[in-house]
């Protein structure tokens, strides 16, 4: 092949690609927080005993094109606006829930296609129940033991 016609083609596969580029976007989310009152629950040799620190608990809403992904759903929303417990180890609390949120941004949570749950935690699956028509994307092994305590809660 000569070059001019390698240019021209080269040229055109790269409009064909920019063209079928799909748009994207990216929020993060505020899923809670937690007050940790001793750290080494986090140690498997038990260090930082006695240490606090705040965690935050984030989500985040993808879009590609007109699909919308969410990667984790929080802490419950049962914990909206909970008071924090001086004497608990965690203390987590919620200041606002994630359909709020999305309304905020112009999203409905029936436009959620997909839900993403990066580990099966209280503060990771807390409002997962709000987008029942999402497909959900979760580990195998955290998926049995969500299955098995939902079978355990129905006897």
């Not at 705040?54 to 879009?63: G, V």
């Not at 949570?109 to 580990?119: D, V």
Request: hydrophobic letters at 45%.
């Amino acid at each position: 092949m000569n070059p001019i016609a390698s240019i021209l083609f080269a040229g055109a596969a790269l409009m064909t690609s920019a063209a079928h580029s799909a748009d994207v976007e990216l929020w993060r989310l505020d899923c809670g927080e937690i007050e940790v009152r001793d750290l080494s629950l986090f140690s498997d040799t038990y260090n930082h005993a006695g240490e606090k620190r705040t965690l935050t608990d984030s989500c985040y809403l993808i879009r590609h094109d007109q699909d919308y992904m969410l990667w984790d759903a929080g802490l419950p929303a049962a914990l909206l606006g909970a008071k924090l417990d001086p004497t608990a180890v965690l203390a987590p609390t919620l200041a606002v829930d994630l359909p709020t949120q999305l309304a905020e941004i112009g999203v409905k949570p029936e436009q959620i296609g997909r839900l993403g749950i990066s580990h099966n935690h209280f503060d990771h699956v807390g409002q997962a129940a709000r987008f029942p028509q999402a497909t959900l994307m979760i580990g195998a092994a955290d998926l049995r033991a969500v299955q098995d305590r939902t079978a355990a809660l129905r006897r």
